[in-house]
């Protein structure tokens, strides 16, 4: 089992960057794939972006592409989420995940059996 904690959320304005970080506890992190999802108010938890277990591989939604960079350091045990650009509509609670890893990079929610508490991203207009 593994233990998630994100952090790095805040308020910031529309335009300006901001690097998620999300630290793992419990097994080793290299056993996993990861990703970030988010939850906009009134909305369901989306997918953003997925990194296969050694970093060589990764996926994002439509809506981040370009924007948005995840990353891993299994030495830290940690993945990134470097956001920049943002725009009002990036505001949510950002949460990370894990699953075992697989051959098949996923942005399927429920694939996911790992969660992080979430931390809080508002980007103002």
């Known amino acids: 089992q593994v233990r998630l904690v994100e952090s790095g959320g805040g308020l910031v304005q529309a335009g300006d960057s901001l690097r998620l970080s999300c630290a793992a506890s419990?097994?080793?992190?290299?056993?996993?794939?990861a990703g970030w999802f988010r939850q906009a108010p009134g909305k369901e938890r989306a997918f953003v972006a997925a990194?296969?277990?050694?970093?060589?591989?990764?996926l994002y939604a439509d809506s981040v592409k370009g924007r948005f960079t995840i990353s891993r350091d299994n030495a830290k045990n940690t993945e990134y989420l470097q956001m920049n650009s943002l725009k009002p509509e990036d505001t949510a609670i950002y949460y990370c995940?894990?699953?075992?890893?697989?051959?098949?990079?996923?942005?399927?929610?429920?694939?996911?059996?790992?969660w992080g508490q979430g931390t809080q991203v508002t980007v103002s207009s």
């Open positions: 419990g097994r080793t992190f290299s056993t996993y794939d």
């Open positions: 995940a894990a699953r075992p890893r697989s051959s098949i990079l996923l942005g399927t929610e429920r694939m996911y059996e790992y």
């Open positions: 990194i296969n277990w050694s970093g060589s591989s990764t």
